[in-house]
């Protein structure tokens, strides 16, 4: 790319706003046409403003924006879909009981005489499909479809508006490694076709893989442009946080013989009497941490929702020298079980109530949260000032609500909740999903710290580097069953994914 060849979208001097918080400040990012342009930094960096932005979500307070050369602004989405830009959200908006089709043509129906047009909606779904590789079945449901594909129709959607400028944010967060070759395959054919793609991530080395470009973002301010080919994962990691890339890896062993949590024959059945989870017999040892690789919706939600009396099961689960198996969610918590969930958005904070408040949650009948049958708000708002300290929550402080944190923050926020009360299980689901390399770094020290402790630890995670990295065992879910056990220290990403998939054969040791 030339630098005398006009962008096909550029910011300029992009400031916005907020109550005591400035989150962009004087932001320039420049996106030429057919480029896989990377923007990156950690969270609160102000990565996500900036795309809110140049989506139409929010507008700037300073600034301009220019698609082909030609100044804009947008008031909503609408605007800058009709413009070409489109934008694929790390939490995907599709129904999951309508067709891709339905899910595609949603709100831009083509019509035939006041009546949808489903001949020329799948041409125009097929043939996008082909241009681009996407493999896409118009007619298949959305709810039987795994992850990869179901990004795929998120991508398809934004192509049949027109876009040509597509923002992917987290694209990969979910994404075992052979859905990750698929989607970048995906993005050479947008690119050959002229396609722009905005990609965000905070994985640095898939950005230097499959990136053109890098813009780094640093406390809400453009840092600087570089050409992917001439940076290391390290040295842009360095251009974010100041630091080293953080690494997972766990050297010393700290597993005793003492068996923490015992689970036999656990089996999950879904309302039309299908098992989901089959016969699983898990144990997990005091100091030890057990991680669980699996391509999402292999019954590992199902599992984690099961040992926590969530969902109904059959089987035996003890925690100690305690049956668990007929209590309820609340007395399986207060036996000791710390849950960091795999949504915090969902399942793990209220986002629209104070910090101090979300300390409580889940933990509201214990001290130091409450005294006899009543809130201690007083106990409550001092712990939670100790966990922002030690967990290094950074916030204006504890009357702010959850959803003003960025989204690493939320996290040690829930962790930090979830280890206050001196468990002796970890159930920790996708812990780092969705946060920036410091943030990961920080979790990952405090697992590790947790479980030099004594905790154990079951980890749930579709990054691989950091399921091998902390795990002292590691055990492979397929369709439901628990298929293989390795060993951290020989396994790679690439031996874990074959195995996730069953290319390497279930029953593999």
Do not use: C
């Amino acid at each position: 790319m030339t630098d005398d060849v006009e962008p096909v979208v550029r910011l300029e001097g992009i400031t916005k706003r907020f109550p005591g918080v400035v989150a962009n400040r004087d932001v320039a990012l420049a996106v030429q046409r057919g480029e896989v342009h990377a923007v990156v930094g950690e969270n609160g960096a102000g990565k996500s403003t900036l795309m809110k932005i140049l989506y139409g979500m929010q507008r700037p307070d300073e600034g301009s924006i220019s698609v082909d050369g030609q100044p804009v602004r947008f008031s909503n989405p609408g605007d800058a879909i009709a413009a070409g830009i489109g934008m694929v959200h790390q939490h995907f908006m599709l129904a999951d009981n309508l067709t891709v089709l339905e899910n595609v043509v949603l709100g831009a129906e083509p019509t035939r005489r006041g009546m949808l047009d489903v001949g020329a909606a799948r041409a125009k779904i097929l043939d996008l499909s082909g241009r681009y590789g996407l493999g896409v079945d118009p007619d298949a449901l959305v709810e039987d479809l795994g992850v990869g594909d179901r990004q795929r129709v998120e991508i398809l959607k934004v192509l049949y508006r027109g876009a040509r400028v597509l923002i992917l944010d987290e694209p990969t967060a979910v994404l075992v490694p052979q859905e990750v070759d698929e989607l970048f395959a995906s993005l050479t054919g947008l690119r050959a076709e002229g396609v722009s793609v905005i990609f965000i991530s905070h994985k640095l080395d898939e950005v230097l893989r499959v990136a053109d470009s890098v813009t780094v973002l640093r406390q809400g301010t453009t840092v600087t442009t570089v050409a992917a080919a001439s940076v290391t994962a390290r040295q842009l990691a360095e251009l974010m946080v100041g630091s080293a890339l953080p690494t997972p890896e766990t050297r010393e062993s700290t597993v005793t013989d003492v068996v923490e949590l015992d689970v036999q024959g656990l089996t999950v059945r879904n309302p039309a009497g299908r098992a989901v989870v089959e016969d699983v017999t898990l144990r997990v040892r005091r100091g030890e941490v057990v991680g669980i690789a699996g391509v999402e919706g292999n019954g590992q939600v199902e599992l984690v929702e099961a040992l926590l009396g969530l969902r109904a099961s059959t089987g035996v689960v003890r925690l100690g020298d305690r049956d668990l198996s007929a209590l309820s969610t609340r007395e399986r918590r207060e036996s000791g079980i710390g849950y960091v969930p795999e949504d915090r958005h969902r399942q793990g904070l209220l986002l629209s109530a104070p910090l101090w408040e979300n300390r409580i949650l889940g933990h509201q009948r214990r001290k130091p949260n409450a005294k006899g049958p009543w809130i201690d708000r007083r106990g409550a708002r001092a712990d939670t000032e100790r966990i922002v300290r030690e967990y290094g929550v950074r916030t204006p402080g504890i009357d702010v609500p959850a959803f003003a944190l960025s989204g690493g923050n939320q996290q040690k926020l829930v962790i930090g909740r979830e280890m206050s009360d001196s468990p002796s299980l970890l159930v920790a689901s996708h812990p780092t999903r969705g946060v920036d390399v410091g943030a990961q770094a920080a979790v990952w020290d405090h697992i590790r710290a947790a479980r030099r402790d004594g905790l154990a630890v079951l980890l749930v995670s579709a990054d691989l580097e950091e399921l091998i990295g902390l795990s002292d065992t590691l055990v492979v879910m397929l369709r439901g069953r628990l298929v293989a056990t390795l060993d951290p220290a020989t396994t790679t990403p690439e031996s874990l994914g074959s195995a996730m998939t069953g290319a390497a054969g279930e029953g593999a040791a």
